[in-house]
C-alpha cells in the first residue's frame, strides 16, 4: 500500500521511507487496531490494512483534533469533531481542525497513540464563530484552500456536518471501513444554491470510494446523498479492492 501522506509505497514494517509516518493494520470489519503483522482479525475475521497512525504531537501538528464524547451510552470511541469541546474528554488540547493556513489536501488518521479513531463528527472543519457575519467571508476564503479530504484505513462513520464550511473541497477519499455516511453534502450545496454568498457555484465533489460499488451499497447513507448524485453534485468513483 502506497502511504496516504505522500504516495510513497510503504516498507513491510509499515513505516513510509519517504516521510516517516507510521501505518499499523487495521480491521475493515470492525476497526480494531491489530498487531504489526496481522492480515485478518481474529475477532471478526474482517480484512486488516494499514491505517496512519499519529501520535499526539503529529495530530498537534497537523492541527487536527480529536476527543472522546462523554455520551449516554457510554462511548468512549475516540473522534475528530470540533463543536465546542464536544462535550467530551479533549483527547489533545486544541479545537478541530486548526491549521491557520489549511493544506490543500488533509489526511485524517485513523488511529491516535494505538487507539483507533472512530469517526468524524459535526463541524470538525468549522464550528459557530466561523460562520459569523463578520467572519463568515474570511472562514469562506480559508476554507476554499482545502481541495481534497483523505480518511485512512480503519474510519468507520462520517456524521453530518462532518465537512461543513470545505467550500473548495472537490475530492473526498473514504476507506472501505466506512459504515456510516451521513454527511451528504446539504451544508455545501444547499438544494444547488451557492455556497456561502460568494457569488462562487460549488464544484462536484467526487467521492472516491476504496471499494466496489457492491460495497458501497451496504454503507447507510441518506436519500439526499443519491438525490445529490442523480443532479450531479456527488460523483462516485470506485476505486475498487
Ligand atoms: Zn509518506
Ligand atoms: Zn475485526
Known sequence: MKCELC????????????????YVPVC??????????????PDCGGEALPGLEMTRAELRKAGLKCFMPFTQDRNYDIYFGGHNDGEGYLFNDIKGYTREIPESRVVLPSVAEGLPIHGVWNAFFCAGDDFLPELAEATFERMTAIREVVLSNGIREVMSYAFLGCAGLENLELPRSVRIMKHDFYDLFTDGQQPMGNGLWKSPVTVRYRG??????????????????????????????
Open 212 to 241: 466496489t460499488e457492491e460495497d458501497w451499497q451496504k454503507v447507510a447513507v441518506t436519500s439526499r446523498f443519491w438525490d445529490y448524485v442523480q443532479r450531479g453534485y456527488i460523483k462516485m468513483e470506485y476505486l475498487g479492492r
Open 28 to 41: 475493515l470489519g470492525c476497526g480494531r487496531v491489530l498487531p504489526k503483522e496481522a492480515r485478518r482479525c
Open 7 to 22: 504516495s510513497a509505497e510503504l516498507g513491510a514494517d509499515l513505516r513510509c521511507p519517504a516521510c516517516g509516518a507510521n
